[in-house]
């Protein structure tokens, strides 16, 4: 069974730092593209950054470019999402998807259950 | 960036089809066979329902199908059911790599 657990939301201020992680189980994760896809609660869906199954490629959307850093770690079966210079409009709940292609992660075809992101003084 | 453009809310009832539509550009939708749609229900995690403009996952129902004309791309839902009622989001591949989302459709099952 394919499991997706994020974990290291919270609360940050404005101009703060948080690392998100994704523990990935149950498929073969050195194979497929991965990426975050973010929902501000009762909004809709915005995808945020993807990465190639090496690693050698990764994607942002111009909202995040230059902030936030995606990567993964294919020893550990871990997606990680950096994000700094957090914004207000940053806050929202952070899913990690696992996408059925292996380089540029175009659909997601499994997710995780969320980690919220609060950026607040 | 701008997001595809859904319309906000669909509805219909049992046993009937209806379709949502999601119109970008020729830089997304129009110039990528990479259109997905998602269901998600309240409370829960988006669900992918259509790959690759028309191909369905294993396990989603035959009743979902996509298709792609020019910049717009559709979800048609045949023979609706209650458990249909939900929020649709389609995404495509932009550029270099990136992915946009349509800002979904509430469909009500009457």
């Known amino acids: 069974e394919v499991q997706l657990l994020e974990s290291g939301g919270g609360l940050a201020q404005p101009g703060g730092s948080l690392r998100l992680s994704c523990a990935a189980s149950?498929?073969?994760?050195?194979?497929?593209?991965m990426c975050w896809v973010r929902q501000v609660p009762g909004k809709g869906l915005e995808w945020v950054s993807g990465?190639?199954?090496?690693?050698?490629?990764?994607y942002y959307a111009d909202s995040v470019k230059g902030r936030f850093t995606v990567s993964r770690d294919n020893s550990k079966n871990t997606l990680y999402l950096q994000m700094d210079s957090l914004r207000a409009e940053d806050t929202a709940i952070y899913y990690c998807?696992?996408?059925?292609?292996?380089?540029?992660?175009?659909?997601?075809?499994?997710w995780g259950q969320g980690t919220l992101v609060t950026v607040s003084s | 960036q701008s997001a595809l453009t859904q319309p906000a809310s669909v509805s219909g009832s049992p046993g009937q089809s209806i379709t949502i539509s999601c119109t970008g550009t020729?830089?997304?939708?129009?110039?990528?066979?990479?259109v997905s749609w998602y269901q998600q229900h309240p409370g829960k995690v988006p669900k992918l329902m259509i790959l690759?403009?028309?191909r369905r996952p294993s396990g989603v129902s035959d009743r979902f199908s996509g298709s792609k004309s020019d910049n717009t791309a559709s979800l048609t839902i045949s023979g609706l059911q209650a458990e249909d009622e939900a929020d649709y989001y389609c995404?495509?591949?932009?550029?270099?790599?990136?992915?946009?989302f349509g800002g979904g459709t509430k469909l009500t099952v009457l």
């Open positions: 149950g498929f073969s994760f050195n194979i497929y593209a």
């Open positions: 020729s830089s997304d939708v129009g110039g990528y066979n990479y």
């Open positions: 990465i190639s199954y090496t690693a050698g490629n990764t």
């Open positions: 998807a696992k996408s059925p292609h292996t380089t540029i992660p175009v659909a997601s075809d499994y």
């Open positions: 995404s495509s591949y932009a550029r270099s790599g990136t992915v946009i």
């Open positions: 690759d403009v028309s």
